[in-house]
């Protein structure tokens, strides 16, 4: 059940073209250390899932944020997000699942019906700037069914055949570079295609068939969709490990200086 951060539910309007954002905060975040699951450690004196709705918020093309949280933490969640001004947009909180598949999944399925376009976004990509948010939304408005925002790489990639902790790994090959790229999140989807995807991908896992995918674009490659990208931002990196969390710092205190962020 999908419960307001506010007492009173706002209308999206209705419009199918106003996009709706998931983003999947149930995760513990391990790399990071022991303490708060990974979304609620904060960044600058406030946790990465506020940032990280916030920028969301930023975007005039969404209209409605659904948080995924841990099941044990939904109404420490709606306190959170309450407690950091975030009364401007339409902003649910649903108990999210075992992983982020089963997370995204359920807060899909807080989107409104008529609500044509669905963005998800990692909680721990807390410094997306909002133009990046913007172009995945119009992607998906101009007709794409599947979009992700992505960098040039800018380190030498190598396949290897992996081994065993400690034990060296053969190098396969040294795939082109310049044919390769980094994604990000938000990633914009139609929505009916988004939810075919993660049906598909339901049915399948209870029959023990489906190989694992880090992400939901992942899952529409996977069934045969197709995935345009388009340019994503460097600051929309992940803050996965303690080093990640200095990187983010300083992001955040730069911004802060410079434009009152």
Do not use: C, Y
């Amino acid at each position: 059940m999908a419960i307001p951060t506010s007492p009173k539910e706002r209308n999206l309007n209705g419009s199918a073209a106003v996009a709706a954002a998931v983003v999947p905060a149930a995760g513990r975040g391990e790399r990071l250390g022991p303490g708060a699951p990974k979304a609620l450690r904060e960044l600058g004196g406030v946790p990465l899932l506020v940032h990280a709705v916030r920028a969301l918020a930023r975007s005039r093309a969404v209209g409605l944020v659904v948080v995924a949280a841990p099941p044990d933490g939904v109404a420490e969640v709606v306190a959170l997000l309450d407690s950091h001004g975030l009364d401007g947009k339409d902003v649910r909180v649903v108990a999210g699942g075992a992983d982020r598949q089963e997370s995204v999944r359920l807060g899909l399925a807080a989107v409104p019906e008529e609500v044509d376009i669905v963005l998800v976004h990692d909680a721990a990509r807390p410094l997306v700037p909002v133009e990046v948010v913007d172009a995945v939304a119009a992607a998906v408005r101009a007709g794409a069914d599947a979009v992700v925002p992505a960098v040039p790489l800018a380190d030498t990639v190598k396949r290897v055949d992996p081994q065993a902790p400690g034990v060296p790994e053969p190098v396969l090959e040294t795939p082109d570079r310049s044919a390769l790229r980094a994604v990000q999140t938000p990633q914009g989807f139609r929505r009916s295609v988004l939810h075919e995807v993660h049906e598909k991908a339901l049915a399948e896992e209870s029959a023990g068939a489906l190989p694992p995918v880090t992400d939901d674009a992942g899952l529409v490659e996977r069934f045969g969709g197709r995935v345009v990208v388009v340019p994503g931002h460097e600051e929309a990196f992940k803050v996965t490990r303690p080093l990640d969390l200095v990187l983010a710092e300083a992001v955040l205190a730069r911004r802060r200086a410079s434009d009152g962020f």
